[in-house]
């Protein structure tokens, strides 16, 4: 699906989500936009000659779920009409730069070239360092997650945070929820956006510095020459001809100079004026060959990535509350939870509960493969061995603890670790109450004993990135988890 319905859907999904209560949208609401979505699915699978997918039914079933509200609630149909992100910068930022770049060497004396020209010097040298930045992010392995900041991405991403007053409890609260989300699932499209932009803005301000030489030299007599406190004639010469050296070798029919040239252009030679076209050919020619038209292929592929995410938006449709709509028009597959339990070895009847707990987390459906226990204090990597966790077929991975264990940084908190830097779709944390409630039955105080212990691991996992979800395998009735709600994943950073 496109941006604009992965949006919407995303959208849908967040209020749904936050009405539990169902005060928003009632029962019947959600299953008449379900009934109605399959039907036009189906309607425009049959014009297209193909078959119903589970993109057409939620698009068609967000549009009416988003139809209804509107209608009721005028605040949402206002949120709904304003555009999100700031689209205005894309365009601003590159034509402000072409204007900043042609005022830029109006700074300079505008009756003569300087050959050590301080702003042209500047433009060349900090792309070519751009450059080697690049070249060196793509050669070095690690996290490439670019030089923007979050706070910046969020502001592109969705724009101005306020929402609508006079909104439902509920509603609101899925409102804040969908801005959040949105701007962690569309991270990436915005990072390519602001790549484009950005590299469309510096080959700009190259272009419109470049301008600004020609333009001046359309109304004003050129002197070329140079001046230096610590450079000599030789040293200005080698400069010049390491930097002129692409177009020298490109452009055959451009002026090259030799360093009695340099020598008599410096300025306190009192040498003849000698005019700047040569120079203005050579530093135009330069900067358009060594920053325009790199940055102008730079932004090309920032583009065409751009676009490409934007007709086929990344939206993960394994979420447990996709899964459960597809399986309302019967294109759902069974999901599979990976359970990877940890100095914790589980009997007939908790392997029982495990199954339990998969189908409340991921449908009826749900199968669990259960991995060997990983040994108190062993290494991750000799226990799992080497490579990623995010197989094909796995929807959900999740690590298994008891609550009775005490968190351990080195061990435990080693675990989750390796967990997280081998599986890109995140991992979920069970906690397991049943022993703990076992051996504490009938004594005084356990239900505060259990309460502590579980805020003690929840602080622990969210110090260590994941999120965690308690649950009794002996009896899973007693932590019941929402279908469609799945199991709690690491926080949208």
């Given at each position: 699906?496109n941006?604009q319905v992965?949006?919407?859907?995303v959208?849908v999904?967040?209020i749904?989500s936050?009405?539990?209560?169902?005060?928003?949208l009632s029962?019947?609401d959600?299953k008449y936009?379900?009934?109605s979505?399959?039907?036009?699915?189906?309607?425009?699978?049959?014009?297209s000659?193909s078959?119903a997918?589970q993109?057409?039914?939620?698009?068609?079933?967000s549009?009416?779920?988003?139809?209804?509200?509107?209608e009721?609630?005028?605040?949402?149909?206002t949120?709904q009409k304003?555009?999100?992100?700031l689209h205005?910068v894309w365009l601003?930022?590159p034509?402000?730069?072409?204007v900043?770049?042609?005022l830029l060497?109006?700074?300079?004396?505008p009756?003569?070239?300087?050959?050590?020209?301080?702003p042209?010097?500047f433009?060349?040298?900090?792309?070519?360092?751009?450059?080697?930045?690049l070249?060196v992010?793509?050669v070095?392995?690690?996290?490439k997650t670019?030089?923007?900041?979050?706070?910046?991405?969020?502001?592109l991403?969705?724009?101005k945070?306020?929402?609508?007053r006079k909104?439902?409890?509920p509603l609101?609260?899925g409102?804040?929820?969908f801005?959040?989300?949105?701007a962690?699932?569309?991270e990436p499209?915005t990072r390519a956006?602001?790549?484009?932009?950005?590299h469309?803005s510096?080959a700009a301000?190259?272009l419109?510095?470049v301008l600004s030489?020609y333009?001046?030299?359309?109304?004003?007599?050129?002197?070329?020459?140079?001046e230096s406190?610590?450079?000599?004639a030789?040293?200005?010469?080698?400069?010049l001809?390491?930097l002129f050296?692409?177009?020298?070798t490109l452009?055959p029919?451009?002026q090259g100079?030799?360093l009695a040239e340099?020598?008599?252009?410096r300025?306190?030679?009192?040498?003849?004026?000698?005019g700047?076209?040569r120079?203005?050919?050579?530093?135009?020619?330069?900067?358009?060959?060594?920053v325009v038209l790199?940055?102008?292929?730079l932004a090309?592929f920032?583009a065409?990535r751009a676009r490409?995410l934007?007709?086929?938006f990344?939206?993960?449709l394994?979420?447990?509350?996709?899964?459960?709509?597809a399986?309302?028009?019967?294109?759902g597959t069974?999901?599979?939870?990976?359970?990877?339990?940890?100095?914790f070895t589980?009997?007939?009847?908790r392997d029982?509960?495990l199954w339990?707990v998969?189908a409340?987390a991921l449908?009826?459906?749900a199968?669990?493969l259960l991995?060997?226990?990983?040994p108190?204090?062993?290494?991750?990597?000799?226990?799992?061995g080497?490579?990623?966790?995010?197989?094909?077929?796995?929807t959900?991975?999740?690590?298994?603890?008891s609550l009775?264990?005490?968190?351990e940084?080195?061990?435990?908190?080693?675990?989750?670790?390796y967990l997280?830097?081998?599986s890109k779709r995140g991992?979920?944390?069970l906690?397991?109450?049943?022993?703990l409630?076992e051996?504490?039955?009938?004594?005084a105080?356990?239900?505060?004993r259990?309460?502590?212990?579980?805020?003690l691991?929840?602080?622990?996992c969210?110090f260590?990135?994941?999120?965690?979800?308690?649950?009794n395998?002996l009896d899973?009735?007693k932590?019941?988890?929402?279908?469609?709600?799945g199991?709690?994943?690491p926080?949208?950073?």
């Amino acid at each position: 699906m496109n941006e604009q319905v992965a949006r919407r859907v995303v959208l849908v999904r967040s209020i749904e989500s936050a009405d539990t209560a169902h005060e928003v949208l009632s029962e019947d609401d959600r299953k008449y936009a379900s009934r109605s979505a399959r039907e036009l699915a189906a309607w425009q699978a049959a014009d297209s000659k193909s078959a119903a997918t589970q993109d057409h039914f939620l698009q068609q079933r967000s549009d009416q779920v988003l139809k209804r509200l509107a209608e009721r609630i005028p605040a949402f149909a206002t949120f709904q009409k304003r555009g999100l992100g700031l689209h205005g910068v894309w365009l601003a930022l590159p034509l402000l730069a072409l204007v900043a770049g042609f005022l830029l060497d109006r700074i300079a004396d505008p009756h003569r070239v300087d050959l050590l020209s301080a702003p042209l010097l500047f433009i060349i040298g900090w792309n070519l360092l751009v450059y080697l930045v690049l070249l060196v992010r793509a050669v070095i392995p690690g996290r490439k997650t670019g030089w923007a900041r979050p706070g910046l991405l969020h502001r592109l991403s969705v724009g101005k945070a306020a929402l609508p007053r006079k909104l439902p409890g509920p509603l609101s609260r899925g409102l804040a929820n969908f801005l959040e989300e949105w701007a962690v699932l569309s991270e990436p499209l915005t990072r390519a956006r602001l790549s484009r932009t950005v590299h469309l803005s510096a080959a700009a301000f190259a272009l419109g510095a470049v301008l600004s030489l020609y333009w001046r030299g359309l109304l004003t007599q050129y002197v070329a020459g140079w001046e230096s406190t610590f450079l000599d004639a030789g040293q200005v010469h080698t400069l010049l001809s390491w930097l002129f050296l692409p177009v020298l070798t490109l452009i055959p029919y451009l002026q090259g100079f030799s360093l009695a040239e340099i020598e008599a252009l410096r300025f306190s030679a009192r040498t003849p004026a000698v005019g700047g076209e040569r120079w203005v050919h050579l530093y135009g020619a330069t900067i358009l060959l060594l920053v325009v038209l790199p940055r102008l292929l730079l932004a090309l592929f920032a583009a065409l990535r751009a676009r490409r995410l934007a007709r086929r938006f990344p939206l993960e449709l394994e979420h447990p509350y996709f899964r459960r709509l597809a399986d309302s028009i019967g294109a759902g597959t069974a999901a599979t939870l990976r359970v990877l339990p940890y100095s914790f070895t589980l009997d007939e009847a908790r392997d029982r509960g495990l199954w339990t707990v998969a189908a409340m987390a991921l449908g009826a459906q749900a199968r669990v493969l259960l991995r060997p226990t990983v040994p108190y204090g062993e290494e991750p990597k000799e226990a799992l061995g080497e490579g990623s966790l995010d197989e094909a077929g796995v929807t959900v991975t999740a690590a298994l603890f008891s609550l009775s264990a005490t968190p351990e940084k080195e061990n435990h908190g080693a675990f989750l670790d390796y967990l997280g830097r081998h599986s890109k779709r995140g991992v979920a944390v069970l906690l397991d109450e049943s022993s703990l409630v076992e051996r504490g039955a009938g004594q005084a105080g356990l239900e505060a004993r259990i309460t502590e212990r579980i805020a003690l691991w929840r602080q622990f996992c969210s110090f260590h990135g994941v999120a965690a979800t308690v649950v009794n395998l002996l009896d899973p009735a007693k932590r019941p988890i929402e279908l469609g709600a799945g199991l709690a994943l690491p926080e949208l950073r």
